[in-house]
């Protein structure tokens, strides 16, 4: 189960700052394109590319921040569900 990712079009930007009803942050909206583009991911290889310093840092911020956005699979391996995108595509 793999998803593409959301690439910006030219003039296009990344600013939550443009949609002001965004219940998300600039850092949590691009936490959120990174779930989508490692999907299917592990805490590990996320805290590696948020400069966390373990996967336990992590699920705490998974869990309080973005806890709407992603599932975890049998193996516990991340995935972004529609929510995840549906932001991602408006936002983008």
């Known amino acids: ?20 009803d965004c219940p998300l942050d600039q850092e949590e909206l691009d936490r959120l394109q990174d779930i989508i583009e490692l999907a299917p991911t592990s805490n590990n290889e996320l805290a590696d590319q948020w400069g966390y310093e373990s996967g336990s840092d992590v699920y705490q911020y998974l869990s309080t921040k973005l806890d709407e956005y992603y599932t975890r699979n049998a193996e516990k391996f991340i995935f972004p569900i529609e929510p995840c995108r549906e932001i991602i595509k408006e936002m983008f």
């Open 1 to 20: 189960m793999e998803s593409d990712p959301v690439e910006l079009s030219e003039g296009q930007s990344n600013n939550s700052d443009s949609w002001p």
